[in-house]
């Protein structure tokens, strides 16, 4: 952990896409969110879903919000009790994961981090990986691990660094996840004791290097992340639990219908949900995301600290590459004026996410993706009368 932060807290989060076809004892794992709709991004084109938690009422940041599962980073994810289970992989490069090409001193500060002199032998990658697996599995009940006694063929497969076809979620007898989940719930270190008895070894192979996104100054109160954001494809919808404390619901919808039932008042998600459930929109295959996902995530990623600009119609996230992101983004968005806002030229350089209300959210994009990364889908806003008839 990076206890020297002054403004955030480390966080990591799980993008969770699984393919239609039902896996075992999950037949109400998936609903849909909206009825189909003539939308270009009709469900019929998507062959997967992607998990979707509502976060409590009384949640003290973003309550009643739709998120992809994860949270706060623990001391124990940086836990050298992690090199015991992870002894094999020890004497391999970040515990065997693929090499990202980006330079360490344009990579994000949650990346970069020197995590030894912190006091800790596990790398951040490594440890980011960790919680984002412990907290899916804590509030969706989903627990991606492989079986120690795959750690020959794990290793080779690491050698040749391919990416395998999409993963599995690990099956357990339902008392024996229903006990561990709880124990891990009333401690995070439980989760390195659960590996160990159980012979486990995370899939932190499995996830992938997504994005990095930062609370924005002064919108969701005091709390601010600084949250590194994976993905991971399974084959099947596993089964899935909420955790019943932070959250109320689980949901498994294709990212279409997901936009299609925020622009319909139904749920509410925040702007990164938005933009990157936009970025999918561009993948309605399963096989395509996660062929994409795993040569892109080599490249790195931006950090991505919005700077919120209000005018009297719009709430406006200007984001890095657009031409008034400030140099110092920190508690500048205050000296952009609404002149400079308005009519941009056809050559400006724009990437903001324009908020009319807290269910009409468009996006601007005229720059091209560094690393590598995937423009959103712009669509046009819903109608109201779309929105009657979801």
Not at 306 to 316: C, G, K
Request: net charge neutral.
């Amino acid at each position: 952990m990076n206890r020297d932060l002054k403004h955030w807290r480390e966080a990591a989060t799980l993008i969770l896409a699984a393919g239609h076809r039902l896996g075992a004892d999950s037949s109400l794992s998936r609903t849909p969110l909206a009825a189909p709709t003539a939308s270009p991004l009709h469900r019929s084109r998507f062959d997967y879903d992607i998990l979707l938690l509502k976060r409590s009422g009384k949640s003290g940041f973003m309550p009643n919000a739709y998120v992809f599962p994860g949270g706060v980073v623990d001391s124990s994810d940086f836990s050298s009790d992690w090199l015991d289970v992870f002894k094999p992989f020890t004497n391999s490069s970040n515990f065997g994961l693929r090499s990202v090409t980006q330079p360490l001193e344009t990579r994000p500060p949650i990346f970069a981090t020197d995590r030894l002199k912190l006091g800790s032998p596990i790398p951040g990658e490594v440890a980011l990986r960790i919680c984002a697996l412990r907290e899916t599995f804590e509030e969706s009940g989903v627990l991606l691990v492989l079986p120690k006694k795959e750690e020959s063929r794990l290793l080779k497969r690491v050698e040749d660094a391919r990416g395998s076809p999409h993963h599995t979620a690990h099956v357990l007898d339902r008392d024996e996840l229903t006990k561990w989940r709880a124990l891990v719930n009333q401690h995070p270190s439980n989760f390195i004791r659960m590996c160990r008895e159980l012979e486990v070894l995370p899939n932190i192979w499995a996830l992938h290097e997504w994005a990095n996104w930062l609370t924005p100054t002064g919108k969701y109160g005091t709390t601010r992340f600084d949250t590194a954001f994976f993905m991971c494809c399974l084959q099947d919808i596993p089964h899935t639990l909420q955790d019943e404390r932070e959250i109320e619901r689980f949901q498994w919808s294709t990212p279409s219908e997901i936009l299609q039932s925020y622009q319909a008042r139904r749920i509410w998600i925040a702007p990164p949900q938005f933009y990157e459930l936009s970025r999918m929109c561009r993948f309605p295959s399963l096989t395509d995301l996660h062929s994409f996902t795993h040569q892109r995530a080599t490249k790195g990623c931006e950090q991505w600290m919005p700077v919120i600009v209000s005018t009297d119609e719009h709430h406006i996230s200007l984001l890095p590459g657009d031409k008034l992101y400030p140099l110092d983004a920190a508690g500048q968005g205050d000296k952009i004026t609404d002149s400079q806002l308005k009519d941009p030229q056809e050559d400006s350089a724009l990437h903001r996410i324009v908020i009319s209300d807290p269910y009409t959210t468009t996006v601007q994009i005229t720059i091209t993706p560094k690393y590598n990364h995937v423009l959103p889908v712009v669509e046009p806003v819903l109608s109201h009368a779309s929105k009657d008839q979801l």
